[in-house]
T-cell receptor, first 112, second 115 residues
Framework: SQQGEEDPQALSIQEGENATMNCSYK?????LQWYRQNSGRGLVHLIL?????REKHSGRLRVTLDTSKKSSSLLITASRAADTASYFC????????????FGGGTRLMVKP | EPEVTQTPSHQVTQMGQEVILRCVPI?????FYWYRQILGQKVEFLVS????????KSEIFDDQFSVERPDGSNFTLKIRSTKLEDSAMYFC?????????????FGDGTRLSIL
């Protein structure tokens, strides 16, 4: 798989359920970031986890990072219809420019 | 909350024409980026810019592309002679200078359609 691959590609759940999205990557990273994109809109930054961190919380979001497995997960608890969007993981490089490498994203649909 | 703004939201251009996409990054940010997203595909890095010079660029960013920070607020991406395959959403992003572990903040993008 390529750097920053999410699975599943699509996820459909009922409002109130939890949604878990996974991301795998290949090379060493400085950090891993999760972004949300509503259809036709820009990328909204959700959470950044550094390579020396294992877990991070922000509101209903919980992100884990396992650098030994080169993987991360994003958990959205108590989902709402408004959470419907595409979610992308992006790895930040160690280079000076700190470019982001994005995965293909998970399309999340939360049914009311 | 400060945000990255991009203009225009949609640009339609004939193949072979030059196009300039404009971005106003967040005012106290010093790292600037362009990414693109072809319909149905991943977001791809194009170029990063710091201290008035390119710090990193991808293979996509060939001689047809250039970036400029003409004044204290704007950051532009120019495509010299557009091709059909340049049709995509182009996103500008900026980052605070305080350490590399800072998020990049994205604009809403410019949809570029090449006819």
């Amino acid at each position: 798989s390529q750097q920053g691959e999410e699975d599943p590609q699509a996820l459909s759940i009922q409002e109130g359920e939890n949604a878990t999205m996974n991301c795998s990557y290949k090379t060493s990273i400085n950090n891993l970031q999760w972004y949300r994109q509503n259809s036709g809109r820009g990328l909204v930054h959700l959470i950044l986890i550094r390579s020396n961190e294992r877990e991070k919380h922000s509101g209903r979001l919980r992100v884990t990072l396992d650098t030994s497995k080169k993987s991360s997960s994003l958990l959205i608890t108590a989902s709402r219809a408004a959470d419907t969007a595409s979610y992308f993981c992006a790895t930040g490089s160690n280079n000076a420019g700190n470019m982001l490498t994005f995965g293909g994203g998970t399309r999340l649909m939360v049914k009311p | 909350e400060p945000e990255v703004t991009q203009t225009p939201s949609h640009q339609v251009t004939q193949m072979g024409q030059e196009v300039i996409l404009r971005c106003v990054p967040i005012s106290n940010h010093l790292y600037f980026y362009w990414y693109r997203q072809i319909l149905g595909q991943k977001v791809e890095f194009l170029v990063s810019f710091y201290n008035n010079e390119i710090s990193e660029k991808s293979e996509i960013f060939d001689d047809q592309f250039s970036v400029e920070r003409p004044d204290g607020s704007n950051f532009t991406l120019k495509i010299r002679s557009t091709k059909l395959e340049d049709s995509a959403m182009y996103f500008c992003a900026s980052r605070d200078r305080e350490g590399s572990n800072q998020p990049q903040h994205f604009g809403d993008g410019t949809r570029l359609s090449i006819l």
